[in-house]
C-alpha cells in the first residue's frame, strides 16, 4: 500500500515538473517587458496551484487546472501583445494585472480592497480580482492582509468537477451510442406505404434516438452531482422516451416514400433540440425569470464550442491512429472506428457538460467569468464586426442574385444555416449585463448587436419570402413546413 502511494505521488511529482517546465516556455509567448515583470510570480503560482489541486482532487483536479489555465493565458497574451504592439489598453474589462496593480495600492488599506472586490464581483471578474490576489500572496508572503484574502478566495472558490459522476454516465453514454450505431442491426427502413414493400433508402436509429440518450444521460449528472431532482428526471426522461417512440412508429405513416425520406431526415435536428429543451426544463424549473433564461442559453453555447473543441481533438487522434493503421497495411474493423466516432461523442456530450456546467446552481449563478466563458465571450466579440461586415455585403449583392433562393434549394438552405449562426452570434455576444462590460465597450457592442439583428431580420425576411413563394408553386412538404417554422421563429 505505502508503495503504490509513493509510486503515485512521485509519478504526480514528476507530472508536475513537466508542467511547469512546459508554462515556463509558454509565458516567453507574452511581450519581454511584461515577462519580466510579471513572470516568475506567474509560474509559482502555477506551481502552488498544482501541488494543491494535486492534494485535494488528484490527477482529475490537475487536468481541469491546466485547461483552464491554458485558455485564460490564451486570453491575456492576445491583450498584452495588443497592447505593447499599438500601445493600447484593450479595454475588455479588468484584467488580472490591472487588479494586482489595484491591490499593490492598497496594501496596507483593508476598506479599500474590500471595496474593490465588490467592484470586481459586480462586473463579473470575480476570477480576475482572485488570480491578482493570488499574485500579490505569492509577491509578498509577509503581509498579513494578502494571507487573509488568499485564503479567504481559496475556500470560497473551490468548485470541484464530479468527476465520479461524469466520468462513468459519460462511458455509459458513449457505449450506448456505440452499440446503437451499427447499421446492419440497427435502422429504420422506408417502406412503400402501398405495397408495404422496404425501400432502399434507411436512417440510423443512433441519430433518432441518441440525443434523447445522451439528454437523460446529461440530466441524471446534473441530478446526481447536484440537486438530486429524481422525479423531475424521471418525467422528463419518460417525454423524451415518448416522443422519440412516437417518431419511430409514426413516420411510415407519414405518406410517400419521399415524405418518410424528409421526416426522418428532419427528426434528428428537431429531436436534438427538443432534448436540449428537455435539460433546459430540468435546469430552469424554480428559475423561470429572463435573467436564468438566457444565462441557460450562453451556458448551452459554451457547451457546444467546448464539445466542439474536444470533437477536433478527437478527430485528430482518429485521423493519426487510422494512418498509423494504414501505413501498417491493417485496416481497422468497423467496430473500432464506431468506437471512436459513436462511442466518442457521446462521451465529449457528458464531459463537456461537467467541465462547462456546475451542477446544483442556477443558470444565472453558474461561473462566466473565468476560464473558457471569459474565452468564448471575448471571441464571440471579436467575431461581431467581422459578422456585420460580412451580411453588409451580402445584403448589398442581394438585389443582383435576387432570384436564386427562389429558384436554387440549394441557396434556401444556405440562407438558413446563416440565419442559426447568426442567432448563436447574437446570443454568446450579449452580456448577462449591463456591468459586465465597461461604458465604452458596452456602447459600441451594442451599436453592433443592432446592426447584426437588422441586417439578419433582413435575411430572414428574405429567405422566408423565398420558401412560401416555393411553397405557393408546388405543395406543402415536411422539409418546407420545417423552415417556413424556421424562419418564422
Do not use: C
Amino acid at each position: 500500500m505505502q508503495q503504490e502511494v509513493h509510486r503515485r505521488t512521485v509519478a504526480g511529482m514528476a507530472l508536475v515538473y513537466v508542467a511547469n517546465r512546459l508554462y515556463g516556455l509558454l509565458l516567453y509567448l507574452y511581450p519581454r517587458r511584461f515577462r519580466h515583470e510579471y513572470g516568475e510570480p506567474m509560474a509559482q503560482l502555477f506551481r502552488d496551484a498544482m501541488r494543491q489541486q494535486l492534494r485535494r482532487g488528484g490527477m482529475a483536479a490537475l487536468l481541469s487546472l491546466w485547461m483552464m489555465t491554458l485558455f485564460d493565458l490564451v486570453r491575456s497574451v492576445f491583450v498584452e501583445q495588443m497592447a505593447e504592439l499599438f500601445h493600447v489598453s484593450v479595454d475588455w474589462g479588468g484584467t488580472t494585472m490591472t487588479y494586482l496593480e489595484k491591490i499593490r495600492e492598497f496594501a496596507r488599506e483593508p476598506e479599500q480592497l474590500e471595496l474593490a472586490y465588490q467592484a470586481a464581483v459586480k462586473a463579473g471578474e470575480r476570477g480576475a480580482f482572485t488570480e491578482a490576489i493570488q499574485l500579490a500572496h505569492t509577491e509578498d508572503r509577509g503581509n498579513l492582509l494578502y494571507s487573509a484574502w488568499y485564503y479567504r478566495l481559496l475556500h470560497a472558490a473551490g468548485r470541484v468537477i464530479a468527476w465520479s459522476w461524469a466520468v462513468p454516465l459519460a462511458i455509459l453514454n458513449g457505449l450506448l451510442l456505440w452499440w446503437l450505431s451499427d447499421e446492419q442491426g440497427y435502422t429504420l427502413q422506408i417502406v412503400n406505404p402501398f405495397s408495404g414493400v422496404q425501400g432502399h433508402s434507411s436512417t440510423p436509429l443512433v441519430l433518432v434516438v441518441g440525443m434523447g440518450i445522451a439528454a437523460i444521460i446529461i440530466i441524471t449528472f446534473l441530478a446526481g452531482a447536484g440537486d438530486r431532482h429524481w422525479r423531475r428526471l424521471v418525467l422528463i426522461a419518460l417525454g423524451l422516451m415518448g416522443v422519440t417512440a412516437y417518431v419511430i412508429y409514426f413516420f411510415p405513416q407519414t405518406g410517400t416514400s419521399l415524405y418518410q425520406e424528409q421526416y426522418l431526415a428532419l427528426m434528428p435536428l428537431n429531436l436534438a433540440l427538443l432534448a436540449w429543451a428537455g435539460i433546459g426544463i430540468y435546469a430552469l424549473i424554480g428559475h423561470w425569470d429572463p435573467g436564468n433564461r438566457f444565462a441557460f442559453l450562453v451556458k448551452s453555447l459554451e457547451v457546444l464550442i467546448v464539445g466542439g473543441i474536444f470533437g477536433f481533438i478527437l478527430l485528430l487522434f482518429t485521423g493519426v491512429t487510422v494512418g498509423l493503421f494504414s501505413a501498417l497495411g491493417i485496416e481497422p474493423p468497423d467496430e473500432i472506428m464506431r468506437l471512436f466516432f459513436a462511442g466518442g461523442a457521446g462521451m465529449i456530450g457528458v464531459l463537456a457538460v461537467a467541465l462547462a456546467i456546475e451542477p446544483g446552481v442556477a443558470p444565472r449563478q453558474q461561473p462566466f467569468d473565468e476560464g473558457v466563458s471569459r474565452l468564448i465571450a471575448l471571441l464571440l466579440r471579436l467575431l461581431l464586426p467581422l459578422a456585420v461586415l460580412v451580411l453588409t455585403i451580402f445584403v448589398f449583392f442581394i438585389p443582383a442574385n435576387f432570384w436564386q433562393p427562389f429558384n436554387n434549394r440549394e441557396v434556401l438552405i444556405a440562407f438558413n444555416a446563416l440565419l442559426f449562426a447568426v442567432i448563436a452570434l447574437l446570443v454568446g455576444v450579449v452580456p448577462l449585463a449591463q456591468g459586465d462590460l465597461s461604458e465604452r465597450l458596452w456602447h459600441w457592442l451594442w451599436r453592433g448587436i443592432l446592426a447584426l439583428t437588422v441586417l439578419t431580420l433582413i435575411v430572414g425576411i428574405y429567405a422566408l419570402a423565398a420558401i412560401l413563394y416555393r411553397t405557393l408553386l408546388d405543395r406543402l412538404t415536411p422539409n418546407r413546413l420545417t423552415f417556413i417554422g424556421w424562419n418564422v421563429i
